[in-house]
């Protein structure tokens, strides 16, 4: 914002309490209620505010502040933010960033903790991006920000209080490249979000017991970085793909469709996915617990291909 004075923000309670989660805490003091605006409670109209803002040559990052509510904005994002490049024949640009808080763990129900990431990649002209820590959320964020198309910021809402070293200036994690966090030479894990931290201690259990894990982040699930995963694959000949959104018609089976179009010779295994069950999301905690894959289900989903 300070290098770019067509950048904003707007959403709910934004300014003053820097949003619900404290992430735009501070902006409003430095650069004004006209650059950090607060909106009323309607999610259609913060995102017709950035659709239009940013036909208008403006760089909108408009939030929502649970994922859950991009179902009410469904229409402004699918129908208009999407489409607008394609139906002025790639003549018009969209610069529109929308940054919102995903996943379970806080125990805020049904309503208030879900994983729609795999809904939103279904849609094409929109690109979803889900870091796994502090230095990704800045990194990936700076590269939405001038990114002149539609994109879907997910933060993981049990990675907000995270820390980790994160550079004073400026950078871009480039959109549509994933990250091997971990080499090896047994079995590819791809990890969405803050999985990446379960498959973590996942991998490390499994190495005593002599399975050499390759992590893989894919960092921005639309586009997807195939080539990757493919690579890594034709080397372990084994894939496990964990995400905390519900297994059934999760990114996980986009993943694993087109690894058995691309690599199914390399595969020495069927493909494992770690991932929820099929359920609404529930209140209590130890149900919660229950819900959301860790480490141990992970080191079992893997086990579960040798």
């Known amino acids: 914002m300070r290098e770019?004075?067509?950048?904003?923000?707007?959403?709910?309670?934004?300014?003053?309490?820097?949003?619900?989660?404290?992430?735009?805490?501070?902006?409003?003091?430095?650069?004004?209620?006209?650059?950090?605006?607060d909106t009323p409670i309607a999610e259609q109209a913060i995102i017709g505010l950035g659709i239009g803002s940013a036909v208008q040559g403006l760089r909108p990052v408009v939030d929502l502040m649970f994922m859950d509510f991009i179902c009410v904005a469904m229409d402004q994002i699918v129908n208009q933010a999407a489409k607008l490049k394609y139906m002025f024949g790639g003549g018009a640009k969209l610069p529109l960033t929308i940054t919102t808080a995903g996943g379970a763990g806080l125990s805020a129900a049904a309503q208030h903790s879900q994983s729609l990431e795999a809904m939103l990649c279904h849609v094409p002209g929109l690109k979803v991006v889900m870091p796994s820590d502090a230095y990704e959320v800045k990194g990936l964020l700076t590269s939405c920000v001038r990114e002149d198309n539609p994109t879907v910021f997910i933060i993981n809402k049990r990675k907000l209080a995270d820390t980790c070293h994160v550079p004073e200036e400026l950078f871009e994690i480039p959109l549509g490249e994933g990250h091997v966090v971990r080499v090896g030479n047994d079995v590819t894990v791809v990890a969405i979000g803050r999985m990446v931290d379960e498959a973590k201690s996942a991998a490390e259990k499994l190495s005593n017991e002599g399975i050499d894990c390759e992590l893989i982040n894919p960092r921005t699930v639309q586009p997807l970085d195939i080539d990757l995963i493919v690579k890594s694959v034709s080397k372990t000949g084994h894939l496990v793909i964990v995400h905390e959104a519900v297994r059934f018609g999760g990114i996980g089976a986009e993943i694993a469709a087109q690894i058995q179009e691309q690599a199914f010779d390399y595969l020495d295994a069927p493909i494992g996915r770690v991932a929820a069950p099929f359920s609404p999301i529930p209140f209590s905690p130890a149900l919660e617990k229950q819900y959301i894959p860790d480490a141990e289900r992970i080191v079992a989903g893997i086990k579960n291909l040798f």
């Not at 950048?7 to 950090?36: I, K, S, T, W």
């Open 4 to 37: 770019d004075e067509s950048v904003f923000v707007a959403g709910e309670d934004v300014g003053a309490h820097g949003g619900v989660f404290g992430y735009f805490r501070g902006l409003q003091p430095e650069f004004g209620e006209d650059r950090v605006v």
